[in-house]
Structures are given as structure tokens and as C-alpha cells.
């Protein structure tokens, strides 16, 4: 993704890498207890340990492969290019709430994407696995998940037109069968905390925090709001479709290779997990 218009003062500013006994008081104690957060830290591990997935790799190939076996009736859908969004969905009524992340990392050697591209991606199929277990009221609307391929743009000078690769199309496709969009990117960050991005719909972020304050995981959504990130979320919203972005552009290892497991943590995935899944928990139950 990039950032169009800054918002807080410094978008770098935190030194991660000496942070790592700081972040445990820093996040809300897990009381919402629903989202593995173990299952999905784990998840989270196998795609760090694939090493670089660009976008048409053998090891993305490999990926869609291990996304496609863990979604709900998981399968492919075709993109320009050899690229493929990996698709599920649970079943439901009326039109459907999409749950989102890119699988694919940024080309450059030696980048590992595991917050930029693993967490989102092991939070969405951990969320599928959570709700997929939960009953649900009768009349509840579908939720699809959709692996987005092809979100790093492959010339940073338009990122609009060379990346969202896979989001641009699915958008043009599929956003009159939809109310909504919950796109996870950074979401894994071990100092977590996620501003409203500007362009994020206002209802449901407050939708999202009311559900996070529920489960203990209110402080990983302070009330503040950040510049405009242009994301997958992005095509979604230019179709008139309610959409949000969990994105903490609070992160120093953006783009660079130490986005590795020192720059996340399983607390971290877990907290934020239990905020989405009770989100969809609450827009399943008053649709
Ligand atoms: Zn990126």
C-alpha cells in the first residue's frame, strides 16, 4: 500500500528492534478468547519460513496452494498475468461481508513480509476457521474472504495502476454482491496500534472499536485517525462499498527485510484477530 496524504506527525518512528520485552503491557489482556491466536501465529510462521513470495512465484504458488485448502470452499479465481486471488466464502444471506488480505510480498530480495503480507493472511484464514466453528443466526449474511495476489505494485511511481492487482479486478467483478470490506494488512506489528485511515468508512471502524473495547483489545484501536492509505480496500471504495483497513503504518520495517518474525508477535495477532472476528460476530447477529 502507500500512504497519499500523511496524517500523524512521524510514520517511523518507533525502534522495533529493541523492543521485545516492552510489548506484552503494551496490548489489552486477551478476553475475547474466541480467535486462536496460537493456530494463527503458526500460520503466520509457514509463510515467513517460504521465505520471499512475490507475486507469480513458485513460493506464492505454493501459498495459494496451503490458502485455497484452509478456506471454506476454497478455490482460485483467475487474474491477468498468471496471477490468481485465492476465494472462500460461508455461506449466507443478502449481500456479503468481505474479509481481505494480500498474500503476495514485496519484490525485493530478501523480504519476508511477516507483517506485510503473513499476518494478514494467517489472521483472515484464522478468522474463517474461528467463524466457520461458530453458530450463526439464520438469515446471516455470507462472509467471503478473498487472498488478494498482486497487491505490491511493481513501480512504486504508480501504485494505483501496477499494484492492487488482484483487488482492482475482484472489485470491477464482485462489489454489487457486497455491504462491506474488512481488509487485514498490518495487523501482526509487535507495537500495535491502528489509527482510522482516512478513507476507511467512519460506521464501521466505530463498528470495529465498540467490538475490540468488547473484547479487551480496545487499546490496539486508540481513537485516532491516520492520512489517507491507498490499499486493497481502495478499488472497493471507488464502488461505493463500506470498507476499512487495519493497517499500522506506525512501522519501521516497512518494506524493508527486517519485516521478519523480530517484527511481529503472536500477542499482537491475537488481539487484533479477536477484535475482527467479534466484529463479524455483531454484523452477523444485527444484518
Ligand atoms: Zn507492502
Given at each position: 500500500?502507500?500512504?497519499?496524504?500523511?496524517?500523524?506527525?512521524?510514520?517511523?518512528?518507533?525502534?522495533?528492534?529493541?523492543?521485545?520485552?516492552?510489548?506484552?503491557?503494551?496490548?489489552a489482556?486477551?478476553?475475547?478468547?474466541?480467535?486462536?491466536?496460537?493456530?494463527?501465529?503458526?500460520?503466520?510462521?509457514?509463510?515467513?519460513?517460504?521465505?520471499?513470495?512475490?507475486?507469480?512465484s513458485?513460493?506464492?504458488?505454493?501459498?495459494?496452494?496451503?490458502?485455497?485448502?484452509?478456506?471454506?470452499?476454497?478455490?482460485?479465481e483467475?487474474?491477468?498475468?498468471?496471477?490468481?486471488?485465492?476465494?472462500?466464502?460461508?455461506?449466507?444471506?443478502?449481500?456479503?461481508?468481505?474479509?481481505?488480505?494480500?498474500?503476495?510480498?514485496?519484490?525485493?530480495?530478501?523480504?519476508?513480509?511477516?507483517?506485510?503480507?503473513?499476518?494478514?493472511?494467517?489472521?483472515?484464514?484464522?478468522?474463517?476457521?474461528?467463524?466457520?466453528?461458530?453458530?450463526?443466526?439464520?438469515?446471516?449474511?455470507?462472509?467471503?474472504?478473498?487472498?488478494?495476489?498482486?497487491?505490491?505494485?511493481?513501480?512504486?511511481a504508480?501504485?494505483?495502476?501496477?499494484?492492487?492487482?488482484?483487488?482492482?479486478?475482484?472489485?470491477?467483478?464482485?462489489?454489487?454482491?457486497?455491504?462491506a470490506?474488512?481488509?487485514?494488512?498490518?495487523?501482526?506489528d509487535?507495537?500495535?496500534?491502528?489509527?482510522?485511515?482516512?478513507?476507511?468508512?467512519?460506521?464501521?471502524?466505530?463498528?470495529?472499536?465498540?467490538?475490540?473495547?468488547?473484547?479487551?483489545?480496545?487499546?490496539?484501536?486508540?481513537?485516532?485517525?491516520?492520512?489517507?492509505?491507498?490499499?486493497?480496500?481502495?478499488?472497493?471504495?471507488?464502488r461505493?462499498?463500506?470498507?476499512?483497513?487495519?493497517?499500522?503504518?506506525?512501522f519501521?520495517?516497512?518494506?524493508?527485510?527486517?519485516?521478519?518474525?523480530?517484527?511481529?508477535?503472536?500477542?499482537?495477532?491475537?488481539t487484533?484477530?479477536?477484535?475482527?472476528?467479534?466484529?463479524?460476530?455483531?454484523?452477523?447477529?444485527?444484518?
Amino acid at each position: 500500500m502507500v500512504v497519499l496524504k500523511p496524517g500523524r506527525s512521524d510514520p517511523q518512528e518507533p525502534a522495533l528492534a529493541a523492543s521485545s520485552t516492552a510489548t506484552a503491557s503494551l496490548v489489552a489482556p486477551d478476553r475475547g478468547n474466541r480467535f486462536d491466536g496460537a493456530r494463527a501465529w503458526a500460520m503466520l510462521e509457514y509463510q515467513v519460513e517460504l521465505g520471499p513470495r512475490p507475486a507469480g512465484s513458485s513460493e506464492s504458488r505454493r501459498l495459494a496452494a496451503y490458502i485455497r485448502a484452509r478456506l471454506p470452499r476454497g478455490r482460485y479465481e483467475k487474474l491477468p498475468g498468471g496471477l490468481r486471488n485465492v476465494v472462500g466464502e460461508i455461506p449466507g444471506k443478502g449481500k456479503a461481508i468481505l474479509v481481505g488480505a494480500h498474500y503476495d510480498t514485496k519484490d525485493i530480495p530478501g523480504f519476508v513480509g511477516a507483517n506485510d503480507g503473513a499476518g494478514g493472511t494467517a489472521q483472515m484464514l484464522q478468522v474463517a476457521a474461528d467463524l466457520r466453528r461458530m453458530k450463526r443466526p439464520a438469515g446471516a449474511p455470507p462472509i467471503r474472504f478473498v487472498a488478494f495476489d498482486g497487491e505490491e505494485a511493481t513501480d512504486d511511481a504508480d501504485f494505483y495502476g501496477t499494484g492492487l492487482r488482484g483487488s482492482k479486478p475482484y472489485a470491477r467483478k464482485h462489489a454489487k454482491q457486497l455491504q462491506a470490506m474488512i481488509l487485514l494488512d498490518f495487523v501482526a506489528d509487535k507495537d500495535l496500534g491502528i489509527p482510522r485511515d482516512a478513507s476507511s468508512d467512519p460506521g464501521l471502524w466505530a463498528k470495529l472499536r465498540a467490538a475490540a473495547q468488547k473484547v479487551g483489545s480496545g487499546d490496539a484501536f486508540p481513537a485516532l485517525d491516520q492520512g489517507t492509505v491507498e490499499d486493497d480496500h481502495t478499488p472497493f471504495i471507488r464502488r461505493g462499498v463500506p470498507s476499512i483497513d487495519l493497517i499500522d503504518f506506525v512501522f519501521a520495517c516497512w518494506h524493508k527485510t527486517c519485516d521478519d518474525l523480530t517484527a511481529v508477535s503472536e500477542q499482537s495477532l491475537d488481539t487484533s484477530g479477536e477484535a475482527v472476528l467479534e466484529l463479524l460476530r455483531e454484523l452477523s447477529s444485527t444484518a
